[in-house]
């Protein structure tokens, strides 16, 4: 369910927020890959504007993976305007999401409602992140298949052996029917999930992630969602004036760029993780760039960093928590290695300190 | 004139009954004018208006504050009324 951190972190913080903004980029790869083979191709909707429930019978076994499916069809394909409420930690944002899908092209804005004013508007591949408290607009490369909503989970035969998937209740929320799907983690490395789906969008209306006790980590809730057959190009314009502001742009990494120290891996992985992405990147405030690589089991993934110089401001140590996402910080051979995800804290210990410098080949 | 505060409401909306609890609590120190619910979606213009934000508050037909209670704003209000 991860999105990107949108309130101000604590200074002590920021580096860990910049790291998950990076983790946000790889993790959406992954849940891009993890898309079963027969799913529809993003960009043909799921069902018309306004239909029923598209005939899912809720008491056939495969029913809460059809629709699992079809909300993650909806998120990517339909076109939608809405309020939510993001709680974690104690705190709530209330924040507005619009998505709209034209002639092939995604574009989303999401915009903190609370007073911040902090923006996220994404157009096709590129994220301009508009910080008015900071005075700046942040432009970078994000895949086709990040959503400003978060990634919700997806299914396939892997996946089912680390997650039990169960129809919960019917009920109603905004006035409309929803159908409660529990996704349930079958041990200690991973979270799980309780999504309403609306039986007339596929939207998710309300999500939970929960941890193996069943307590809610992060909650987002619809107060208000509407799925209009078209939105004007003037809902995807910032409500704030950026003059003065100062721009920063992404700095996309050269194609025949070479790792300029050892490739990095983990020893040992939990259960059912493995490899997804491996990348370099140039995140702003690293001395150097930064080898990013995610493992995941298909639905939860984890992000480890390591870093090619020692940098006092990155002397993070052991474990910490940043909204919904765990994180675990130390030093291999003199290089600064974080894990981070929305994972339980035992599974980014476990990855961080698993990861070793692959030897020089000969 | 009495004043009246009207809370645009949506059906199993979690937010809109968060707004309508904080001012019960508020009014445990306040002394609030009496609250009169409304359902967004049982008329166009009121959704047209009010759909997306609800939840909203209005202090005689003004809006106060939408999604969450603005406390400081609702009080404010309410004492440049009576001044």
Known sequence: MRRMPITRSSDRLTWLALLLAAAAVGTAAAAAEAVPANASPSGAMPAPHGAASGGTDSTKPDAPQKLLDRMNEALTSLNYDGVFSHAQNGEIETLRIIHRVAGGKVMERLVSLDGSGREFIRTGSELACYLPDERRVLVEQQPQKSLLLGNLPRFDANTRRFYEIQMGQRTRLIGRRAQLVLVTARDQYRYGYRLWIDAATGMPLKTQLCDGRGRVIEQVVFASLETPRAIPDSAFKPDISTAGFEWMRQVPMPGNARAPFAAWYALRLPPGFHMSVRTEQVIPGAGGPVEHIVYTDGIASVSVFVESHMHPDHALSGGTQLGSSSAYATIVDGHPVTAVGEVPPVTVRFIASSVKARPPAH | ?83
């Open chain 2, 1 to 83: 004139m009495d004043a009246q505060l009207t809370v645009m409401h949506r059906h199993e909306c979690e937010l809109c009954d968060d707004m309508l609890a904080d001012l019960e609590r508020l009014r445990a120190s306040v002394d609030l004018p009496p609250v009169e619910v409304v359902d967004v979606d049982s008329d166009s213009e009121l959704h047209r208006k009010y759909g997306l934000s609800v939840p909203v508050l209005l202090l005689d037909g003004t809006v106060v504050c939408r999604h969450r209670l603005d406390a400081a704003e609702l009080i404010r209000l309410l004492g440049q009324r009576s001044a």
